[in-house]
């Protein structure tokens, strides 16, 4: 039976009915989905609040004060809109409201009132209100397997439908059908959607970013990877853009500060919204991943960073325009590179083929050729990669042939979006001297990729383009390339359509055979970034032999990096005068603070001999903790949650053996890292003298 939206009244019901008491939390598969939590399973863990008030939606409850920021997750922790995500999530928005002299990204940003908050572009939130489970209705009816292409999209017609209808009951919600499981479970999203995200305050580059790529996927960690933004509305609390008339929003609930020390051992819970799991498919396609997307992703992400940092060398104004790309870049590496570690050294690879071999014995001869036929699509995703994957790259990365597709498509699509906005909105970031390199690299990948056989002609439109002040104009070699690469991209685009839908066909009865296999009657989706909720320990570990990583760090381990004089380890000037001078001295005399907290790097060892003895300990303030939550990408920024439902720190990162969590999690070395709260708090009161948040913030926090 169809379940209707929920309501504060409807959640008894609904969780006995979607959670059954038999449905015991697993720790392998621990990204719940909100119809599968199970509020036993919580209670026996050490929740200690109701459990009815996860899914509440009352000024109690947890789900109306969680929201998905841009890619990453985040809450809000005041009733005025005030809401806190991380420092990467905050990135791009704090470099595009930078410049070489107000330079927020490295000097810090801090609004002493309300007009001071600058619009945060680029950045619109989400808050789930409500969902149901329409798997009967997208189901119902589709086009046999033997057809998967027009099952597929037909299924695909079926979901956006079932949107427009639900968006006729609300015209100010935003829908979203969500597949859980392709081909087997669905359910609708109801968001409410806000546009107008303001920067409130922003740590120092120096705080956090602290550790930069040296530290990235690394523990210990002393990041202060935080960042305060405000959700803004029109007067009657509508959603819409920046207007100087906006309101701050409130909210119908926040998280309120723990009012308790965090220790090791204690019971902590996360919701946020993941982004992408790949724990229901088969061995073939972590071989994929193995043997094509990780290293040839890795190699030329490596190769582009070298290229943008040298570019961002160049001036202050390039290094803020690279800055966001360059992060993104050397976030994604790092983390492939640790996944292909980590598909070596451990057994992930073989449980799969395991598992794979259990289904495969209980398969009938149709279900056998069926599997067949699912591993030779991922085998035909493998033969396809290098020039699928160069091509993406190459589209995602080079503005030329960008601009030179779209102008194809203009040709053929008249009525299409406007070339000139598409210009002017790129135009920014159009540099000719990157783009020869880019295409150079990228063309000598796959003979396909280059849109003629002759080098010389190449070469010589290749030296025309670097003295190009503008995108090229769409005629002679320009358009008959980029029609070119128009066709090759909507063949691509074609070939992994239909490899899609026949893999989105096979992979309901592999995962019903695997299921039977290894005695699973109910599974917990793969994460596809919608609401989930994960809950354990906080935990050190044993990455090797005879080591030990603690659960926290602390403002002692930050200074003992930073003396080491390596450029990923800079020292904020206030932090340092907030440990070494008295309250009276911490105000400074010859900064200039409005706005930008004038922050600058200072020198570790000078600084740290000037003076003999802190007045406050930096053993006694923890910066970041560990934990063994199950989490991935789309968790930044996630609220971790002591077991009263009170905020104790922000989701950030995972340590380095944790990156395979997208394939699977284990007890050993899944550990994830959150920055304590405390460390935020310290920082307002003491750094950036912030008694107007700390006021504004639950009066538990003050």
Not at 175 to 180: D, I, L, N, P, R
Not at 556 to 584: C, N, T, V
Request: glycine share 6%; hydrophobic share 35%; aromatic share 10%.
């Amino acid at each position: 039976m169809k379940k209707s939206f929920l309501a504060p009244a409807a959640f008894g019901f609904l969780w006995m009915a979607l959670a059954p008491q038999s449905l015991v939390a697993r720790p392998d598969e621990g990204m719940f989905p909100p119809t599968a939590i199970n509020r036993d399973a919580l209670a026996k863990a050490g929740l200690r609040m109701d459990p009815e008030r996860i899914l509440s939606l009352s000024d109690s409850g947890l789900l109306p004060a969680l929201v998905r920021v841009g890619g990453c997750s985040g809450a809000f922790v005041s009733a005025q809109g005030l809401l806190m995500t991380n420092h990467h999530c905050a990135f791009d928005a704090v470099a595009t409201a930078s410049t070489p002299q107000n330079n927020h990204l490295q000097n810090g940003f801090y609004a002493k009132d309300f007009r001071e908050e600058i619009p945060a572009k680029g950045l619109s939130l989400r808050i789930t209100v409500g969902f149901e489970d329409c798997s009967p209705a997208v189901l119902a009816d589709l086009p046999g397997n033997d057809r998967p292409v027009d099952r597929q999209k037909a299924l695909k017609e079926r979901m956006s439908r079932i949107e427009k209808e639900a968006a006729l009951v609300d015209t100010t919600l935003t829908y979203e059908v969500s597949e859980m499981f392709p081909g087997k479970s669905y359910l609708l999203f109801r968001y409410r959607t806000l546009r107008d995200l303001r920067l409130v305050y922003v740590p120092s580059r120096a705080i956090g970013e602290f550790g930069g790529e040296s530290d990235n996927w690394v523990w210990p960690r002393h990041t202060g990877d935080y960042t305060f933004l405000r959700a803004y509305t029109g007067p009657n609390g509508e959603s819409r853009t920046y207007h100087p008339d906006n309101i701050p929003l409130v909210p119908t609930a926040f998280l309120p500060l723990a009012s308790r020390p965090l220790q090791e051992e204690d019971f902590v819970m996360i919701m946020g919204y993941p982004g992408r799991t790949f724990r229901h498919y088969p061995a073939s396609y972590l071989r994929y991943q193995q043997e094509k997307l990780l290293p040839l992703t890795r190699t030329n992400f490596d190769w582009l960073i070298q290229l943008l940092e040298t570019q961002s060398r160049l001036s202050t104004a390039e290094a803020l325009l690279w800055s966001s790309r360059i992060k993104s870049l050397g976030n994604t590496t790092k983390n492939y590179r640790g996944k292909s570690q980590g598909l070596q050294r451990t057994p992930i690879l073989e449980q799969f083929e395991t598992k794979d071999r259990m289904a495969r014995s209980l398969a009938n001869v149709e279900q056998r050729r069926q599997l067949d036929q699912l591993d030779s699509l991922y085998g035909v995703l493998s033969q396809h990669a290098d020039l699928h994957l160069n091509f993406q790259h190459l589209l995602s990365q080079s503005r030329t042939v960008q601009w030179l597709i779209k102008s194809a498509e203009n040709q053929s699509k008249p009525d299409g979006p406007g070339l000139e906005a598409w210009a002017s909105a790129n135009r920014p970031s159009w540099r000719p001297e990157l783009e020869v390199q880019v295409l150079r690299y990228f063309v000598a990948k796959h003979p396909e990729l280059q849109p003629t056989p002759q080098p010389k002609a190449w070469e010589a439109w290749l030296e025309r383009l670097g003295t190009t002040k503008d995108f090229p104009t769409f005629k002679g070699k320009n358009a008959e390339w980029g029609a070119y690469w128009w066709s090759l991209s909507q063949r691509i685009k074609k070939d992994q359509a239909d490899w899609s839908a026949r893999i989105n066909t096979l992979l309901p009865i592999f995962l019903d055979l695997r299921l039977r296999a290894t005695g699973q009657e109910q599974f917990v989706p793969d994460a596809n970034g919608t609401l989930r909720l994960t809950y354990g320990r906080v935990q050190g570990y044993r990455p090797d032999d005879a080591v030990y990583h603690e659960p926290f760090t602390h403002l002692s381990g930050l200074f003992q990096k930073a003396a080491s004089g390596h450029p990923d380890y800079p020292l904020d000037s206030a932090l340092w005068r907030a440990i070494h001078s008295s309250k009276e001295m911490q105000a400074p005399v010859t900064e200039n603070r409005f706005g930008d907290l004038g922050l600058q790097a200072v020198s570790a060892e000078a600084d740290q001999t000037r003076v003999k003895k802190p007045l406050e300990s930096p053993d006694a303030i923890p910066v970041a903790f560990l934990y063994n939550l199950d989490t991935t990408g789309g968790n930044s920024g996630s609220p971790v949650m002591n077991a009263d439902g009170e905020l104790v720190g922000l989701n950030f990162d995972r340590a380095f053996g944790a990156t395979i969590n997208d394939f699977a999690w284990n007890k050993d070395y899944s550990r994830s890292i959150g920055v304590d709260i405390r460390f935020v708090l310290w920082n307002l009161r003491h750094v950036v003298q912030g008694d107007r948040l700390l006021q504004e913030l639950s009066p538990k926090n003050r």
